[in-house]
């Protein structure tokens, strides 16, 4: 029972603690839309241009989990 509240008043510190994801709507960053769509400029610039706008903003990568089989 010790370990079992011990747990849950480590969740709720975990909880109260500010997330630095609050304000974010999900929207596109837009110098990241802005990199996408330029796609006039030689491809090293582009690829450039493209990963200083990823490196600055929040990236979200779905990841599926799956069984291995035995």
């Known amino acids: 029972m010790a ?3 011990a747990a849950r008043a ?3 510190r975990l909880l109260a603690a500010p997330s630095p994801f609050a ?3 999900g929207a596109p960053d837009p110098a990241v839309t802005a990199a ?3 796609r006039r400029s030689p491809r090293h610039e582009y690829l450039d241009r493209l990963w200083a706008a990823l490196s600055a903003s929040r990236l ?3 990841v599926t989990a799956h069984a291995l089989d035995p």
Do not use: T
């Open 10 to 12: 480590k969740m709720e």
């Open 36 to 38: 996408l769509e330029d």
């Open 60 to 62: 979200i990568v779905p």
């Open 23 to 25: 304000g974010d709507d």
């Open 3 to 5: 370990a079992a509240l």
